[in-house]
């Protein structure tokens, strides 16, 4: 049986990052009503009960349902196998670079079971202050971001000179 060293620790990764994602998710869809908002630091940050039916930021949420089943299933189908074929070509010794990919992998899975459950992400993370409000976001959105953060800085690093 061939092993390859490098899965354990990021399907760790992305495996309790979509845990973490589905669970929170289950959490607020059984405990508050849609659109309800629960304070937590006034002026700061709330839990808020919302579905995203668009893309990052909402983009796309008033097009149809139709052709954003198809868009997102596309764009989630091509981004798990570019993911995919990113790590198998990652050397192990890149601990970043696996990282990155395995929380940008969980993340985009966390948000395509979102989309083919319910046709919307759900999302409670609510920063703001006062009136100016953040896009609300989720533990998927989360590790996405961080995960993009971790490929730009390995970029950077990479391409320091000696």
Request: net charge neutral.
């Given at each position: 049986?061939?092993?390859?060293?490098?899965?354990?620790r990021?399907?760790?990764?992305?495996?309790?990052?979509?845990?973490?994602?589905?669970?929170?998710?289950?959490?607020?869809?059984?405990?508050?009503?849609?659109?309800?908002?629960?304070?937590?630091?006034?002026n700061?940050?709330?839990?808020?009960?919302?579905?995203?039916?668009?893309a990052?930021?909402?983009?796309?949420?008033?097009?149809?349902?139709?052709?954003?089943?198809?868009l997102?299933?596309?764009?989630?189908?091509?981004?798990?196998?570019?993911?995919?074929?990113?790590?198998?070509?990652?050397?192990?010794?890149?601990?970043?670079?696996?990282?990155?990919?395995?929380?940008?992998?969980?993340?985009?899975?966390?948000?395509?079971?979102?989309?083919?459950?319910?046709?919307?992400?759900?999302?409670?993370?609510?920063?703001?202050?006062?009136?100016?409000?953040?896009?609300?976001?989720?533990?998927a959105?989360?590790?996405?971001?961080?995960?993009?953060?971790?490929?730009?800085?390995?970029?950077?690093?990479?391409?320091?000179?000696?």
């Open positions: 049986m061939l092993r390859n060293e490098k899965w354990p990021p399907a760790a990764i992305a495996g309790v990052i979509l845990l973490c994602d589905q669970v929170s998710k289950s959490y607020i869809q059984q405990t508050m009503r849609l659109e309800e908002s629960i304070p937590i630091i006034p700061l940050f709330s839990l808020t009960s919302i579905r995203n039916s668009g990052a930021f909402g983009l796309f949420a008033e097009q149809s349902p139709l052709f954003r089943a198809v997102f299933s596309v764009v989630s189908v091509v981004a798990l196998v570019f993911l995919t074929v990113l790590f198998l070509q990652t050397p192990k010794e890149d601990s970043w670079s696996l990282t990155a990919i395995a929380l940008l992998f969980g993340g985009a899975v966390g948000n395509t079971i979102d989309r083919l459950r319910y046709g919307a992400v759900v999302d409670f993370l609510d920063v703001y202050w006062r009136d100016d409000h953040w896009p609300a976001f989720n533990v959105d989360s590790a996405i971001t961080i995960g993009i953060t971790l490929m730009m800085l390995q970029a950077f690093r990479a391409g320091r000179a000696p």
